[in-house]
C-alpha cells in the first residue's frame, strides 16, 4: 500500500526524553541583535549527535537543526511527513523509505538514503556509545552491532539497505505497525559526511539540514543559531536566528526576561508562578504537553529490589499529597498524576486516570501500614535525590518529603539531596550511584503510549535509569508493538502498564504544563506539545 496505515491513536502528543532542565544564571545581557531572539537555556551534558541527545535542553537544538523522515506537528503533534516522500510495508515489519528530492544540509551536501543509513549504523553501533541506541533495536541485526555482551560481530545493521540515492529498504526483528510513527524522533536524524570525516570539528559546530546553522558555540555560556536562507523546507524561520544563553538557575533568567535583559523564558520558576501574570500579562503560556514526573528507584541497589519492597514503595506513593502540592506550589501548571502516561494522549490514545487506582491516592494510614507490612523502608530513611540548578525543584522535594513524614509519623524518614548541575546529577544516574528514589521527568519521544512505557521500563532500555526489570512487562510491550489494530494495541499497552502500576516501578507525580514567558520585543510565541518553544515561528517585533 502506499505509505504506512496512520494510526489515530497515537497522533497527539509529543516530546523528547526527560523533563529535566538545567536552567537559570549567566547569559549576555539585552535583547538580542536585530532579529535575533535571545533564549534561556541549559547546556546539555552529553554530545549534540542524535542518537546521543535524550534530554530537553540538547533536543531544543537538535529541533532546529535537524529535519527527518517525519516531524511532530508544532499544533497537534502529529506525526507528518519531512522529508519521507513515502514509506511503504504490506505487513508492518518489512518498509520501504523514499525520500524527497531537493534537500540537502546546510554546507551543501545532498541529503539521501545513505545519509539516513550510515546515521542509523552509527547510532546502533556499541562502539560508539550513543545514549539513544536502543530506538534501533528493533532493526534487523541490532544483536550483532549491540549485543547485550561481548564484542560486536557486525558492522552494519543487516536490516538496513540502501537501493538508490533516494530509496532504502528497512527489516524489522517482529511487526511493529506504528514505526513510522517514531520516525520524527531526533535520533533518526540523518548526518552528513562531514560527521564522520572530521567529527571533532562536527562536534564542535554541528551540520544539519534543519531552518538554523550553528554560528558559534561557547559551552556554559552561548550557543548562537543563524537562519539557514537556503532552507528547502517549508518551515522556514521567521526570525534571524536564536541565541541559547546558559543560566543554572531559572530564577535568574525570569528576573533577566522581566528586566527586559532576555526575550524568552520556556521554565517559568515555581517561586514566581504567583507573580507571573501581573508581570507578564497575556505574555506568559500555561498550556497542556505530554510530561508526567515521577521518582524512580535504583534497582541495582538490592535494599530497594527485595522481596516486599514494592508494598514499600505503594505506600510511599499513597503517602503523598499530590493535590496538596500541586495546588500550593505549582499554581495550576500541574496535575496529580492518575496513571504512567499524559493526559494529552487522550483516552483513545491510552490515557486512563483510573490506572493507578487508590496506589496514588493520599491514604496516611494505609500508607503506614505498606510500609510497615513491605519490611520498612530500607535503612529507616532515604533522600530523594534532584539536580539543583534549578528553582523548581527544592520546593517540591521538600513538599513530598514533609507529606511522607507525617503519613509515617517519622519527622526523619525522607530528606532531599541536592546535586549541583544537572550534567552532574544525570552522570550520577547514569554510574548507577542513585542510593534512594530521584526525581525523574519523562517528555515525549514521538506520539504513541509505547513512549511513555517502553523507553522507561524495558530491560535495558535507553531511559531505564532504576534498571527494573520484568519479563512480563515486556512481553506485553512486544505483543502490542506487533498488534497492528489500533485500539487493541492500546488495550495491550495498558496491560504492561499495569504491571509497571503492580511493582509499583515508578511513582507517579504529576502531569506537567509547559509553561513560558515572553518579552514584548517578540510575537508569534506558541509552545508545541513537547512544551519546547516553536522557535521557527517567533517574530521578532
Not at 503 to 517: R, V
Request: glycine share 10%.
Amino acid at each position: 500500500m502506499r505509505g504506512a496505515t496512520h494510526a489515530k491513536w497515537a497522533a497527539c502528543a509529543v516530546a523528547v526524553a526527560l523533563a529535566a532542565t538545567g536552567c537559570g544564571g549567566g547569559g549576555n545581557g539585552g535583547g538580542g541583535a536585530s532579529g535575533v531572539v535571545s533564549s534561556s537555556w541549559g547546556d546539555p551534558p552529553n554530545p549534540l549527535e542524535p542518537a546521543n541527545t535524550n534530554e530537553v535542553q540538547g533536543g531544543k537544538v537538535l529541533d532546529m537543526l535537524f529535519r527527518g523522515l517525519k516531524r511532530y506537528d508544532p499544533r497537534t503533534g502529529e506525526a507528518k511527513d519531512a522529508l519521507a516522500e513515502r514509506i511503504d510495508t504490506t505487513d508492518s515489519q518489512n518498509f520501504t523509505v523514499t525520500i524527497k528530492d531537493g534537500w540537502t544540509f546546510s554546507n551543501g551536501e545532498k541529503v539521501t538514503a545513505k545519509s539516513f543509513v550510515d546515521a542509523w549504523n552509527y547510532g546502533a553501533h556499541l562502539k560508539n556509545n550513543q545514549r539513544n541506541a536502543y530506538f534501533f533495536g528493533y532493526i534487523e541485526g541490532y544483536d550483532k552491532v549491540h549485543p547485550e555482551k561481548g564484542r560486536p560481530t557486525a558492522e552494519t545493521l543487516s536490516g538496513l539497505k540502501v537501493k538508490d540515492a533516494r530509496t532504502f529498504t528497512v527489516k524489522l526483528t517482529q511487526k511493529f505497525s506504528t514505526w513510522p510513527e517514531t520516525l520524527g524522533y531526533n535520533a533518526f536524524a540523518p548526518l552528513p559526511r562531514a560527521f564522520f570525516d572530521d567529527h571533532d570539528a562536527w562536534l564542535a559546530k554541528p551540520v544539519g539540514n534543519g531552518p538554523y546553522t550553528v554560528e558559534s558555540y561557547a559551552k556554559g555560556s552561548q550557543m548562537s543559531m543563524r537562519t539557514w536562507e537556503e532552507y528547502p523546507g517549508p518551515d522556514k524561520a521567521q526570525n534571524g536566528g536564536v541565541d541559547l544563553q546558559v543560566f543554572t538557575d531559572n530564577n535568574t533568567a525570569y528576573t533577566a526576561l522581566t528586566a527586559g535583559n532576555l526575550d524568552l523564558v520556556d521554565d517559568v520558576p515555581a517561586s514566581q508562578l504567583k507573580n507571573v501574570q501581573a508581570d507578564l500579562g497575556d505574555r506568559y503560556m500555561n498550556t497542556p504537553a505530554g510530561i508526567i514526573q515521577t521518582l524512580s528507584f535504583p534497582y541495582y541497589d538490592k535494599r530497594w529490589n527485595a522481596d516486599g519492597m514494592e508494598k514499600v514503595r505503594k505506600g510511599l506513593s499513597m503517602a503523598i499529597n499530590r493535590q496538596q502540592i500541586t495546588d500550593t506550589i505549582f499554581q495550576k501548571t500541574r496535575t496529580p498524576a492518575k496513571d504512567w502516561t499524559s493526559p494529552v494522549l487522550k483516552e483513545e490514545g491510552g490515557f486512563d486516570n483510573t490506572l493507578c487506582g487508590q496506589a496514588c491516592e493520599f491514604n496516611p494510614a494505609e500508607a503506614k501500614r505498606l510500609v510497615a507490612e513491605g519490611g520498612g523502608i530500607p535503612g529507616g530513611t532515604f533522600k530523594i535525590t534532584y539536580n539543583a540548578d534549578t528553582g523548581s525543584h527544592k520546593e517540591w522535594v521538600d513538599a513530598v518529603c514533609n507529606s511522607i513524614n507525617n503519613a509515617l509519623d517519622n519527622d526523619r524518614a525522607c530528606t532531599g539531596n541536592p546535586i549541583g548541575t544537572f550534567a552532574d546529577y544525570r552522570n550520577q544516574i547514569m554510574d548507577r550511584k542513585m542510593t534512594g528514589p530521584f526525581r525523574a521527568g519523562w517528555q515525549m519521544d514521538y506520539p504513541l503510549i509505547q513512549n511513555f512505557l517502553q523507553p522507561l521500563y524495558y530491560e535495558n532500555a535507553s531511559s531505564n535509569d532504576g534498571k527494573w526489570v520484568s519479563k512480563e512487562f515486556d512481553r506485553l510491550i512486544d505483543e502490542a508493538n506487533a498488534e497492528s489494530d489500533a485500539a487493541k494495541a492500546v488495550t495491550k499497552f495498558q496491560d504492561a502498564e499495569k504491571v509497571v502500576r503492580d511493582e509499583m516501578a515508578a511513582i507517579p507525580l504529576w502531569y506537567q504544563n509547559g509553561s513560558a514567558g515572553y518579552s514584548d520585543r517578540i510575537s508569534n510565541v506558541a509552545l508545541n506539545p513537547f512544551s519546547v518553544p516553536v522557535y521557527n515561528e517567533i517574530k521578532v517585533n
